[in-house]
């Protein structure tokens, strides 16, 4: 590179890469992070914040003025790198205590791990990002509509009064149905469950929201998971007296887990052993988007921090580093691909692995889940977010420092808001306020599968579908998940698919008060359970 073009990358990178803009990516990764922690142990389901972000970044900088679409989308990835850092330890830390109300969690080693899990993702992408974006240009949906509404503006601020309005619409709802007790949790009719039909609707905005932003094709294919599991499978089953409800509860649990592990290792056989050469090959160069000659410095000192402080152990730690380094090459053509990012079922191969070459301790087992699933939660957040970097020219280099900063940030805020909810609720899992049903299928796989041939059945049919390009792994989450998360969120995806059709002028507006769904009932949540804790102290 000439001293000219130095200089200019310089100026440019310096025009980008903000102080003001880290600033606000990091006070907004407290916040997304906090929302995101009480809206996956709660739901289940984790969409990209990635719209809510740009127009928070986009409304904030342009009133500070003087700003650049570079800095806002700087200022948005690292917004929204804490949201999947908590998706990654809500979807398995929480298993620990489904195996055992009374097990101590310390903080510290859970800390390591997590930062562990957001290092590891944040290199391992920047080792492959240009493969992924400029090479194979996979679509990253929400990256594009992300760039499309930073270039779109909002001038007159019409797109932040209907963003932060659904925020405000949600959190009243929020505090009026938790706080006060005036609206119930769920409508559950009582003569379907008496004919062990377990049909119900939760009542949340944030649950019509995430079916929304999913959309109707993998909305549609949750839904029928569900369908076949609560109107068809169950209920035919156990009022015929075959077998009991918790024997065939055990069967549709570990045939949905089966659906999707499935999905995940036919990602691995059919897009990245094929092309492995190709795809990791810029590791072993150290040629990236940041120089990467230290990186196996950095790997090494992980595996050695991972092993000691964070408890794992040597043999476990390199196999979950290694694994990490395949499946965040998954994880990033899968969310290309589809827009969905597993990455508890990401977690739960890798901890496969780990168990196949060792017997490690429950905690040790989910902490090996967790660094890998923070890993790929922020492989897929970091992809869309460079994709849209991509499309506004934002220098690659900027991304990837905010992406880490903003994914530390969310380290640290996504463990104490956990210990937070923990304190709060109690009890988490199937039958509690948070449900957490992602942490319930990586302990299932710690604790032994309830149905092994279900497991077996489940895993063939999902590799078989992935190669016959059917989305078997969202259809394996239908039939896993609660009913009523289900059904709610199927009502979102109805809804989009009425618009699409009838109002397709009338989307974009939609997308932004289905993100202040998630805003608002996930923060007001999280304030309600702080106020819970402190009451009690």
Not at 22 to 29: D, E, K, R
Not at 122 to 133: K, Q, S
Not at 204 to 213: C, D, K, N, Q, R
Not at 340 to 356: C, R, S, W
Request: one cysteine or more; hydrophobic letters at 55%.
């Amino acid at each position: 590179m000439s001293e000219e073009s130095q200089t200019n990358y310089a100026t440019s990178f310096r025009q980008q890469f903000t102080w003001r803009a880290v600033l606000l990516g990091a006070l907004g990764s407290v916040i997304i992070t906090t929302s995101s922690m009480y809206v996956a142990l709660k739901m289940g389901a984790l969409p990209w914040p990635t719209i809510f972000v740009a127009i928070l970044s986009w409304t904030v900088l342009k009133a500070l003025g003087n700003t650049n679409l570079n800095e806002i989308n700087v200022a948005h990835t690292a917004m929204s790198a804490g949201a999947m850092v908590a998706g990654g330890i809500a979807f398995t830390i929480p298993g620990i205590w489904m195996l055992d109300q009374t097990a101590q969690v310390d903080f510290w080693p859970l800390l390591i791990a997590t930062l562990a899990g957001t290092v590891l993702g944040v290199i391992f992408m920047a080792a492959l990002r240009r493969h992924f974006i400029e090479v194979k240009q996979l679509p990253y949906p929400m990256g594009i509509a992300a760039a499309e509404t930073v270039l779109a503006g909002d001038e007159g601020g019409e797109k932040a009064r209907w963003l932060f309005g659904s925020l405000g619409v949600a959190a009243l709802f929020t505090a009026v149905r938790d706080w006060w007790k005036k609206i119930p949790a769920a409508w559950t009719p009582l003569s379907l469950w008496a004919h062990n039909i377990q049909f119900g609707l939760w009542m949340s905005p944030m649950a019509v929201g995430i079916g929304y932003l999913i959309g109707p094709l993998f909305m549609g294919t949750w839904f029928l998971g569900a369908a076949l599991s609560y109107f068809l499978f169950i209920p035919l089953t156990v009022n015929s007296g075959y077998i009991t409800l918790e024997a065939a509860t055990a069967i549709k649990d570990s045939f949905g887990i089966g659906l999707i592990v499935g999905s995940g290792v036919a990602v691995l056989l059919k897009d990245i052993a094929p092309q492995a050469g190709e795809i990791f090959r810029p590791l072993f160069s150290g040629v990236g988007d940041v120089n990467l000659k230290r990186a196996p410095l950095v790997l090494a000192l992980i595996i050695l921090v991972l092993s000691t402080l964070g408890g794992l152990g040597f043999v476990p730690t390199l196999i979950t580093v290694l694994g990490v380094w395949v499946t965040t090459a998954m994880a990033a053509t899968l969310t290309g691909q589809t827009g969905i990012d597993p990455m508890e079922v990401f977690g739960i191969l890798v901890l496969l692995a780990v168990k196949a070459v060792s017997t490690p301790a429950p905690q040790t087992a989910f902490f090996v889940a967790a660094v890998v699933a923070v890993a790929c939660g922020l492989a897929g957040d970091n992809l869309q977010d460079f994709k849209a970097g991509y499309i506004l020219k934002t220098i690659p280099q900027a991304q990837i420092y905010a992406e880490l900063i903003g994914g530390v940030v969310g380290a640290v805020v996504s463990v104490v808001v956990l210990f937070v909810l923990r304190q709060a609720y109690g009890a988490m899992g199937p039958g509690t306020e948070l449900v957490a049903p992602q942490a319930y299928a990586v302990a299932t796989m710690v604790n032994g599968l309830p149905n092994v041939p279900a497991f077996g059945i489940g895993l063939t049919l999902g590799i078989a579908l992935y190669f016959l390009g059917i989305p078997g792994m969202t259809i394996g989450i239908g039939i896993y998940l609660p009913m009523f998360i289900s059904a709610t969120a199927g009502v979102g995806g109805l809804i989009r698919a009425v618009v699409d059709k009838k109002w397709p002028d009338f989307n974009n507006k939609a997308q932004l008060i289905s993100s202040g769904f998630l805003g608002g009932e996930g923060v007001t949540g999280v304030l309600i359970a702080i106020i819970q804790v402190i009451a009690r102290a």
